[in-house]
C-alpha cells in the first residue's frame, strides 16, 4: 500500500506538475494570442491608413486627369474654330487684295520720289536765294532808306498841311 501512495503521491505530484505546465503554457499562449492581436490590429490599422491615402492619391489623380481632359477639349475646340476660320479664307481674293496693297506701296513710292526730286530742286532754290540774300549790301539798303526817309519827311509834312 505504501507503493500504492507513493505512486499516488507521486503521479499526484505529476499530475500538480504537469498543471502547473499547462498553466505556463495557457499564460504563455494568452500573452501570445493578446501579442497577435495587437499586430493584428497595427496591420489593420496601417491597412486603412494606407487604403485612406491611396484613395486620396487616386481622388487627386482623378481630379488632374479631369482638369487635363478639360484643356484638351478646350485646346480641341480653339484648333477646330482656327481651322472653320482657315477654311473660310478667299486665298484668291486676299491675294489681289495683297497685290493691291504693293501695287499702291509702288505709286505712293513713285509719288515720294518725284516729291524727292521737287524737294531737292526746293532746297536748291533756297540755297540760291540765301546766297542772293547774303550777298544784299543790308547797310548800303539801310542808308539809302534812311536818304529816302530824309527826302520824304519834308514832303510829307508839306502835304499834311495843305491836306
Known amino acids: 500500500m505504501e507503493l500504492i501512495e507513493q505512486r499516488s503521491v507521486t503521479d499526484l505530484k505529476n499530475v500538480q506538475d504537469a498543471l502547473s505546465e499547462l498553466k505556463q503554457m495557457e499564460k504563455r499562449n494568452l500573452s ?6 495587437i499586430c493584428m490590429a497595427v496591420i489593420a490599422s496601417m491597412i486603412i491608413i494606407a487604403g485612406t491615402l491611396m484613395m486620396i492619391s487616386v481622388r487627386r489623380f482623378v481630379k488632374k486627369t479631369e482638369e487635363v481632359a478639360v484643356s484638351v477639349k478646350t485646346a480641341s475646340d480653339n484648333i477646330n474654330a482656327i481651322a472653320k476660320d482657315l477654311n473660310e479664307i478667299d486665298y484668291i481674293d486676299l491675294g489681289r487684295k495683297l497685290q493691291s496693297i504693293v501695287d499702291s506701296a509702288d505709286e505712293s513710292m513713285k509719288t515720294v520720289g ?6 531737292e530742286q526746293l532746297i ?7 546766297e542772293r540774300l547774303k550777298s544784299l549790301d543790308i547797310d548800303g539798303l539801310n542808308d539809302g532808306i534812311n536818304t ?7 514832303l510829307a509834312k508839306f502835304f499834311n498841311l495843305i491836306g
Open 148 to 154: 529816302l526817309n530824309d527826302i520824304l519827311a519834308p
Open 114 to 119: 518725284a516729291s524727292a526730286g521737287n524737294l
Open 124 to 130: 536748291s532754290d533756297s540755297k540760291t536765294t540765301m
Open 32 to 37: 501570445l494570442n493578446r501579442i497577435k492581436m
